[in-house]
């Protein structure tokens, strides 16, 4: 994983606070961001604490069309990313 993805994961001191994966086709987003996100998890969930968690996801045209001034209200959609609702 790229460093500032193991950073965020972790919860380094300094880390970035977002994580945002950028790139072409075919470099490894998905694979990143799910990697991470199991990185990021592993710990809350390790030793049977009971729960599962969920882990919303969209395709980023999805995502954008729902931000433009014509979609969406974008508050519902930052509020529905943030809290996975």
């Given amino acids: 994983l790229p460093q500032a993805a193991t950073q965020w994961a972790d919860g380094v001191e300094g880390a ?3 994580l945002f994966l950028t790139g072409h ?3 490894g987003k ?3 961001a799910w990697h991470t996100a199991r990185r ?3 710990p809350q969930y390790r030793g049977g ?3 599962s968690p969920t882990v919303p996801t969209w395709r980023s045209t999805q995502l954008f069309d729902a931000l433009r001034p014509e979609g969406d209200d974008p508050r519902a959609v ?3 990313a943030q809290t996975c609702g």
Wanted: charged share 15%; proline share 11%.
């Fill in 16 to 18: 970035p606070a977002s």
């Fill in 25 to 27: 086709i075919g470099v």
């Fill in 30 to 32: 998905t694979h990143t």
């Fill in 40 to 42: 990021w998890l592993d």
């Fill in 49 to 51: 604490r009971p729960g």
């Fill in 78 to 80: 930052t509020k529905a």
